[in-house]
């Protein structure tokens, strides 16, 4: 059974830090691409960034130069590190690993950018 748990969400002030994690159980970790989605209240969900299985990474514009993607193979997990938070990137935040035609979802982590 597939499993992605998200944590490391949370409550922060404009301009703070959080760092996200997705624990992933069920696949052969390392060769799956793994991302990051959010979906804000009456919002499109976004895609956030992604990291290949081989490293490369993309980012939204929205933010570029502020968060960063990356993974790690031995513990199964990829980690989404968020710096200079702003209201705007309040959302639900969701991992998932694609691999083909299979991609698999985690639960999602309340993250609330608010002074």
């Known amino acids: 059974q597939v499993r992605l748990v998200e944590s490391g969400g949370g409550l922060v002030q404009p301009g703070g830090s959080l760092r996200l994690s997705c624990a992933a159980s069920?696949?052969?970790?390392?060769?799956?691409?793994m991302g990051w989605y959010r979906q804000a209240p009456g919002k499109q969900r976004e895609l956030v960034a992604t990291?290949?299985?081989?490293?490369?990474?993309r980012y939204a514009d929205s933010v570029k130069g502020r968060f960063t993607i990356s993974r790690d193979n031995a513990e199964k997990s990829a980690t989404l590190q968020m710096n200079s938070l702003n209201p705007e990137d309040t959302a639900v935040y969701y991992c998932?690993?694609?691999?083909?035609?299979?991609?698999?979802w985690g639960q999602g982590t309340q993250v609330t950018v608010s002074s």
């Open positions: 069920g696949i052969i970790f390392s060769i799956y691409h």
């Open positions: 990291i290949t299985n081989a490293g490369s990474t």
């Open positions: 998932y690993a694609e691999r083909s035609i299979n991609k698999y």
